[in-house]
C-alpha cells in the first residue's frame, strides 16, 4: 500500500476502513457512494471481516450499530435519501455511546434529486439529522488520499469517544481517480474497555475524559443498553438531575477532547484581504483561484475545516482577523455560511457563492466573486 496507486475516491474509503481495522459492513447500494459496499463486498471477507447488504438504510445503520455494540469495528456508508433514513439510528448510536462511521457522498436534492450530480446541502443535515441534542462528528476530507486518511481517523476519533462519526464529501471527489500514496496508519486507536471487578461495573460511568469503558463482549461486565435516557447502570431515568448531569457529559465530551478532534488547513491567509471557507470541491477549486488571484496581485486565502463538526470557531476567528471580506462558496442555497456568519459576528462581511444547478463550482466562479470584494 506504500507505491503509488491511481484509486478511486469511493474506493479509498474502503481501503481507509480496512486499514483503521473495520471488520463490519452492513449497507445498501445508492449512487454514488455504491462503490464503497463493492470495494467491501470484494476485500471485506479477505481481511476476516463481514459484509451484508440488508433490506434497506435503516437496517443497515442498525446493523452497523449492533455490530460495534458486539465489539466490531463497523461501518456504513450511503448518500441522500439513505442519510435520512439513518437518520434514528444514527440518533440511537448517539445516546448509547456506539462508535460507528457513516460515510454519506453527497447528490442533490431534496428527495431522489440528482443521484449522479454533486452537491453540498447535507452540511446541516449531518449536524442536525437526528432529533434532539447530541453530539457528533464530521469530517470532510477533499482529495483522494484524505478520503482514505480522515476515514482512518474517523475510526480513531469513534472508538476514541465512543460516538458515531460521519465522513462527509460530494460525488465529484467521490468519484475523482488521483495517484496516490496509502500508507499504513500511523496510529489505532481502539475503544477503552471495561477492567476491574465485575461486579462494580456501572457501563454510562465516566472519569475525566468523559468516556465510559465499554464491556468487551463475553468478559462478564453486565450492561443494559436503551435509546432511552439512561442513568449510570444505564437503565432508563427521568430524575432531572440524573438527566441533565448525563446529557452535559454527552454533549460535553466532545468539547472537552476539542484537541483531538480539530483539524483544519490554511492556504495563503497570512496578509490576504479575502479569505474564502470552503470544504469538498469548492475548496479544490478555491485553491486554483487562489494561484490565480495572486499571479494578479489580488490577496486570497483559503480557511478549510476538515472538521467540520464540531465547527471551528476558534481556528476561524483566528483565520479571519484583519480580513476585509469573507467568501463561502458552497455547493447548496447557503448552510455552511450560517455557521460562519455566526462564528464572526460582524468581524467582517461575509458573502455566500452558492451552486445548485448539480455542476461543480470552478475556480473561475471563485475568482470572480473574490475580485468583486477585493474592489
Given at each position: ?5 491511481n ?7 474502503a481501503?481507509g ?7 463490519f ?9 455504491s462503490?464503497i ?20 438504510e435503516?437496517?443497515?445503520?442498525a ?5 460495534s ?15 435520512s433514513?439513518?437518520?434514528e439510528?444514527l ?11 457513516i ?14 450530480r454533486?452537491a453540498?446541502?447535507d452540511?446541516?443535515q ?12 464530521v469530517?470532510?476530507?477533499?482529495t483522494?488520499r484524505?478520503?482514505?486518511?480522515e ?23 467521490g ?7 496509502l500508507k ?10 471495561a ?13 475525566a ?9 463475553g468478559?462478564?461486565y453486565?450492561?443494559?443498553?436503551t435509546?432511552?435516557?439512561?442513568d ?10 440524573k438527566?441533565a ?7 460535553g465530551?466532545?468539547?472537552t477532547?476539542r484537541?483531538?478532534i ?43 475545516p ?6 471551528p470557531?476558534?481556528a ?9 471580506a469573507v ?8 448552510q455552511m455560511?450560517?455557521e ?7 468581524e ?10 448539480g455542476?461543480?463550482?470552478t ?13
Open positions: 500500500m506504500s507505491n503509488p496507486t484509486i478511486q475516491g469511493n474506493a479509498a474509503a481501503a476502513a480496512i486499514a483503521a481495522g473495520c471488520r459492513y452492513a449497507g445498501y447500494p445508492i449512487t454514488p457512494s462503490e459496499a463493492e470495494q467491501m463486498a470484494a476485500r471485506l471477507p479477505k481481511a476476516g471481516g463481514t459484509f451484508i447488504q440488508m433490506e434497506d435503516l437496517g443497515s445503520m446493523a452497523t450499530v449492533g455490530a455494540l458486539g465489539g466490531v469495528k463497523a461501518m456504513t456508508a450511503t448518500s441522500g435519501p439513505g442519510f433514513l439513518k437518520q439510528n440518533g440511537y448510536a448517539a445516546m448509547t455511546e456506539t462508535p460507528c462511521v460515510v454519506n457522498v453527497m447528490r442533490g436534492g431534496p428527495s431522489t434529486g440528482l443521484p449522479t454533486p453540498q446541502a452540511i446541516m449531518a449536524r442536525w439529522g437526528t432529533h434532539g441534542d447530541h453530539p457528533i462528528i469530517l470532510a476530507p477533499h483522494v484524505e478520503i482514505y486518511e476515514t482512518i481517523r474517523a475510526f480513531n476519533l469513534a472508538e476514541a469517544l465512543r460516538t458515531p462519526v460521519v465522513v462527509l464529501y460530494d460525488e465529484t471527489i468519484h475523482l481517480v488521483e495517484t496516490v500514496t499504513e496508519p500511523e496510529e489505532i486507536i481502539t475503544r477503552k474497555w477492567e476491574g471487578p465485575r461486579e462494580d461495573y456501572l457501563p454510562y460511568a465516566a472519569g475524559d468523559m468516556i465510559p469503558a465499554f464491556p468487551r463482549p468478559d462478564g453486565r450492561t443494559h443498553t435509546g432511552l435516557t439512561h449510570e447502570r444505564g437503565f432508563p431515568t427521568q430524575d432531572p438531575e438527566v448531569a448525563f446529557m452535559e457529559r454527552l454533549l465530551k466532545l468539547e477532547h484537541d483531538l480539530e483539524k483544519n488547513e490554511l492556504v495563503e491567509t497570512d496578509g490576504a484581504d479575502v479569505l474564502i471557507v470552503a470544504i469538498g470541491t469548492p475548496a479544490r477549486a478555491a485553491k486554483s483561484a487562489i494561484r490565480e488571484l495572486r499571479d494578479e496581485g489580488i490577496r486570497a486565502g483559503l480557511f478549510r476538515v472538521t467540520l463538526w464540531p465547527f470557531e476558534e476561524l476567528k483566528a483565520a479571519a482577523k484583519g480580513k476585509r467568501l463561502v462558496p458552497e455547493m447548496n442555497a447557503g455560511i450560517l460562519v456568519e455566526r462564528v464572526l459576528a460582524g467582517a462581511p461575509v458573502t455566500g457563492l452558492n451552486v445548485f444547478n455542476e461543480p463550482i475556480p473561475a466562479q471563485i475568482a470572480a466573486a473574490v475580485k468583486e470584494l477585493a474592489k
